[in-house]
């Protein structure tokens, strides 16, 4: 988030059992355009990948799936 790129980031737990057990967790961030993922890419990715390697070792996997939000519901309260 402190780059400056994304516009909201979220942490949750994956719901699903592991083989190998252990908990998995999702980081999910949402970017205002194509042109700050691009840019996160070529200016953050690399040294947040390795700085996450580092502290996590082999206990952390990084891969990248790219999403587009087509809509979005949400609940109104009264």
Not at 5 to 31: C, N, P, W
Not at 55 to 60: R, V, W
């Amino acid at each position: 988030m402190e780059t400056g790129l994304f516009i909201s980031a979220r942490l949750v737990k994956v719901l699903v059992d592991e083989d190998m057990g252990g908990v998995t967790y999702s980081v999910q961030y949402l970017s205002p355009s194509r042109e700050n993922l691009e840019l996160y890419y070529k200016h953050h990715a690399p040294r947040l990948r390795q700085e996450g390697l580092e502290l996590f070792a082999d206990k952390m996997l990084a891969f990248r799936t790219e999403l587009e939000v087509m809509n979005e519901f949400f609940h109104e309260s009264n």
